[in-house]
């Protein structure tokens, strides 16, 4: 069965309640002929109103993060059970800026996606390299890695089931971005790991989407690759015509 591609936007830190009730109210029309699958990652307090626009539309909305506990004393955290009520289906989890700034680590990572899965929603899980692991040498071995411990103990129906968003750390909100071969390079080690790790049917199963100044000039040519399943947009998601574009890919 072919994989369905996905158009994962990453709103990040923007866009309050009623800027975001307004995008999407826009964006719902003009992505309703979609053939890909569209996802909007939302900030928390956006996700109540956002998800009632959404619901009965082919639109799904995301979490940004989620914390691994169901509840407690875990202050300014949000739980599995909080963001299942509201309706969400896809939980961004192991961010490029999520480890960097919040001390997100593969352990944390790995606890996360079993939580998500938990409680009937999909993980987005996202690995990558700096540009100084890149000219190291060793992104590979360093993305394998990142892989290897999120996927540790997950099902086979499980694997099978989530995305995972490869974003080379140098080209986010750079403005540079790698070469359709430089992401279908990658995109592909991740599936042959996950292979190794499983069988080739859950590697084939699996969506690997690219993720690093994504916009609608290059979304063909990335999403035409043999491995590049759709993917996770930054600042192209917040513009009507960008994303409209990028979706309709």
């Given at each position: 069965m072919a994989r369905v591609k996905m158009a994962a936007g990453n709103?990040?830190?923007?866009?309050?309640?009623?800027?975001?009730?307004?995008?999407?109210?826009?964006?719902?029309?003009?992505?309703?002929?979609?053939?890909?699958?569209?996802?909007?990652?939302?900030?928390?307090?956006?996700?109540?109103?956002?998800?009632?626009?959404?619901?009965?539309?082919?639109?799904?909305?995301?979490?940004?993060?989620?914390?691994?506990?169901?509840?407690?004393?875990?202050t300014g955290e949000v739980s599995g059970p909080m963001l299942a009520e509201l309706g969400v289906s896809y939980v961004i989890i192991g961010h490029s800026e999520r480890r960097e700034y919040f001390a997100e680590t593969d352990e944390t990572v790995n606890l996360k996606a079993k939580a998500v899965f938990a409680h009937g929603m999909t993980p987005i899980i996202c690995c990558g390299e700096t540009l100084e692991q890149r000219e190291l040498g060793i992104k590979d071995e360093w993305i394998r890695m990142q892989v290897k411990l999120a996927l540790k103990d997950l099902t086979d129906e499980q694997v099978s089931s989530l995305v995972i968003a490869y974003e080379p750390i140098w080209a986010i909100g750079t403005g540079k971005t790698a070469t359709s071969e430089q992401a279908q390079e990658i995109c592909h080690l991740i599936r042959e790991c996950v292979a190794e790790l499983y069988n080739r049917e859950v590697a084939d199963a699996v969506r690997v989407l690219y993720g690093g100044s994504v916009k609608a000039s290059n979304c063909q040519e990335l999403f035409g690759m043999a491995d590049i399943d759709g993917g996770l947009v930054g600042g192209a998601s917040l513009k009507l015509d960008e994303w409209q574009a990028i979706s309709n890919c």
């Open positions: 709103w990040k830190m923007n866009n309050g309640v009623k800027a975001a009730v307004e995008f999407v109210s826009q964006v719902i029309p003009a992505v309703k002929d979609s053939n890909n699958e569209v996802v909007l990652g939302v900030p928390f307090v956006c996700i109540p109103d956002v998800a009632k626009l959404c619901a009965g539309t082919n639109v799904k909305v995301a979490a940004q993060n989620m914390y691994f506990k169901d509840s407690g004393a875990y």
